[in-house]
């Protein structure tokens, strides 16, 4: 089955800064790469997707890349504030076209 | 309108104890999966419904795992002689169901914990 690694596992960063996290997944076939975000007690919600006929997604201060060659995708977020702070999980989807594998979560924490 | 609901939000139970857990996925939606989060992990695919019908029960961890959706809404994951390394939180998501399509939206889990 489809295999998702994550890095880093945490991530530390001023406010102000930027903040990069990288997923690589195995099955070439995967099509679709979405990113969560997860509060303390709260479920996993979608913050931006990337499908794999486009290599670049854009939202305000989130973006996305995807490198279908060397099956991997990042997610960058500019200008963090202290909001962002949570755990984010990178996705993928393969051709059955529903089930999610997902990473292990990168814990980002922004300092004032 | 309202989101996924999951309860109970927490559950204490004692080993060798029977389970259910309840997820009202979101109106309209015909596609509820469950997934499994151990501490300081991600969410582990156990269950996949479209409609009434489980299409993809590959991630269920062994036969004490089951669950059910009798009308294509509301789902109950049920885990029989629960073992302390059953103790996660069980998150349920539902999507629209359209293959290849769709945002996943997850409710706020349920946080067992088998003593």
């Known amino acids: 089955g489809e295999n998702v690694e994550q890095h880093p596992s945490t991530l530390s960063v001023q406010e102000g800064d930027s903040a990069v996290i990288k997923c690589t997944y195995s099955?070439?076939?995967?099509?679709?790469f979405p990113w969560y975000k997860q509060e303390l007690g709260k479920g996993p919600q979608l913050i931006i997707d990337?499908?794999?006929?486009?290599g670049e997604k854009k939202d305000q201060r989130i973006a996305v890349t995807l490198n279908k060659t060397a099956k991997h995708f990042s997610l960058h977020i500019t200008e963090t504030q202290p909001e962002d702070s949570a755990v984010y999980f990178c996705?993928?989807?393969?051709?059955?076209?529903?089930?999610?594998?997902f990473g292990k979560g990168t814990s980002l924490l922004v300092t004032p | 309108g309202a989101g996924v609901s999951q309860t109970p939000s927490n559950k204490v139970t004692e080993k060798g104890k029977y389970v259910e857990l309840r997820c009202d996925p979101i109106s309209g939606h015909t596609a509820l999966y469950w997934y499994r989060q151990s501490l300081g992990q991600g969410p582990e695919f156990l269950i996949y419904f479209q409609g009434t019908g489980a299409a993809d029960d590959s991630g269920l961890p062994n036969d004490r795992f089951f669950a059910v959706r009798p009308e294509g809404s509301v789902s109950t994951l049920k885990i029989q002689r629960t073992e302390r390394g059953d103790s996660a939180v069980y998150l349920c998501?539902?999507?629209?169901?359209?293959?290849?399509?769709?945002?996943?939206?997850f409710g706020e889990g349920s946080r067992l914990t088998v003593l």
């Open positions: 099955d070439s076939a995967s099509n679709y």
């Open positions: 990337i499908r794999s006929n486009v």
């Open positions: 996705a993928a989807r393969g051709p059955s076209g529903y089930a999610l594998n």
């Open positions: 998501a539902s999507s629209l169901g359209r293959v290849n399509t769709g945002e996943l939206f």
